[in-house]
């Protein structure tokens, strides 16, 4: 073992030879398309865990309400930074900003996503360019940006690990009509969690997949959702806060417990 290894286990593990990892203050979380839906909502689960949080989106003015909402509760200190990360300059920014700000991360979220639901051979190729930039490329660029941060955090944080997670959907490993290019963002997004995650397991990083069913969001209700709800009545759909709960429960594991994939469905969805 050598000496990096055993200054980790030194710090993760507690009196009784269980590790530590949920004590979570003083730790930074950044969480890409926060300013609603699922991003919105594991800001404010993140927050009562104790976390200081970097907020990324395009509204200014929904990130400085959300910001504003979780001061109000006495959470951890708040850094609203507005960005599209389509751009790889802003993306790569919006990384910079947080360790500016706080130090140091301990936690990147890839929440931010577009769905265009549409037969191909009716599609806007302008729709897939938006879903590949922000549903793919955004996730590769705040991953490349955000590593170096949390294999420090991993190697000199008080709980010896930090945690990367992606939000992909269920639609990634269960593709169907009408939404051909939203699954194979969203597929490949599943198959770099994976790749990424034995490359950095050994290093203290702990990469986590989530893929959610049908869930209640701003992108999916509307009548451009239509094609892609599988008839489930949405009063049967999730919950932006069950994802979110998913989330924190990812990376409130203990140091040597590494959740790295979790489904969740509506209970009345089929496939």
């Given at each position: 073992m050598d000496g990096t290894q055993e200054t980790r286990n030194a710090r993760t593990t507690d009196r009784d030879g269980s590790a530590a990892g949920g004590g979570l203050s003083g730790g930074v979380a950044l969480v890409t398309g926060a300013s609603s839906g699922i991003g919105a909502a594991t800001a404010r689960a993140l927050a009562r865990e104790g976390f200081a949080?970097?907020?990324?989106?395009?509204?200014?003015?929904?990130?400085?309400?959300?910001?504003?909402?979780?001061?109000?509760?006495?959470?951890?200190?708040?850094?609203?930074?507005?960005?599209?990360?389509?751009?790889?300059?802003?993306?790569?920014?919006?990384?910079?900003?947080?360790?500016?700000?706080f130090g140091r991360l301990d936690v990147l979220v890839n929440n931010a996503g577009f769905s265009m639901p549409s037969p191909a051979l009716d599609s806007d190729p302008e729709d897939w360019d938006r879903m590949v930039d922000l549903n793919l490329r955004a996730v590769l660029r705040m991953s490349h940006a955000a590593l170096p941060h949390l294999l420090?955090?991993?190697?000199?944080?008080?709980?010896?690990?930090?945690?990367?997670?992606?939000?992909?959907?269920?639609?990634?490993?269960?593709?169907?009509?009408?939404?051909?290019?939203?699954?194979?963002?969203k597929h490949a997004v599943c198959v770099f969690s994976e790749a990424l995650r034995q490359e950095v397991t050994g290093r203290g990083v702990r990469v986590g997949?989530?893929?959610?069913?049908?869930?209640?969001?701003?992108?999916?209700?509307?009548?451009?959702?239509?094609?892609?709800?599988?008839g489930l009545p949405q009063d049967s759909w999730l919950r932006a806060e069950d994802i979110a709960r998913t989330v924190a429960f990812m990376v409130t594991q203990p140091a040597h417990v590494a959740i790295n994939e979790i489904m969740v469905r509506p209970t009345a969805q089929e496939r």
């Amino acid at each position: 073992m050598d000496g990096t290894q055993e200054t980790r286990n030194a710090r993760t593990t507690d009196r009784d030879g269980s590790a530590a990892g949920g004590g979570l203050s003083g730790g930074v979380a950044l969480v890409t398309g926060a300013s609603s839906g699922i991003g919105a909502a594991t800001a404010r689960a993140l927050a009562r865990e104790g976390f200081a949080l970097a907020l990324v989106a395009r509204r200014t003015d929904r990130l400085a309400e959300l910001a504003a909402a979780l001061g109000e509760r006495g959470g951890g200190a708040v850094l609203a930074v507005t960005a599209d990360l389509r751009d790889a300059a802003q993306a790569a920014g919006a990384v910079v900003q947080t360790v500016d700000r706080f130090g140091r991360l301990d936690v990147l979220v890839n929440n931010a996503g577009f769905s265009m639901p549409s037969p191909a051979l009716d599609s806007d190729p302008e729709d897939w360019d938006r879903m590949v930039d922000l549903n793919l490329r955004a996730v590769l660029r705040m991953s490349h940006a955000a590593l170096p941060h949390l294999l420090h955090a991993a190697d000199t944080g008080p709980r010896g690990v930090a945690d990367l997670v992606n939000v992909s959907s269920i639609s990634g490993r269960v593709p169907r009509k009408d939404n051909s290019v939203y699954s194979a963002t969203k597929h490949a997004v599943c198959v770099f969690s994976e790749a990424l995650r034995q490359e950095v397991t050994g290093r203290g990083v702990r990469v986590g997949l989530v893929e959610p069913g049908m869930t209640e969001t701003e992108m999916t209700i509307g009548g451009r959702q239509t094609s892609v709800t599988h008839g489930l009545p949405q009063d049967s759909w999730l919950r932006a806060e069950d994802i979110a709960r998913t989330v924190a429960f990812m990376v409130t594991q203990p140091a040597h417990v590494a959740i790295n994939e979790i489904m969740v469905r509506p209970t009345a969805q089929e496939r």
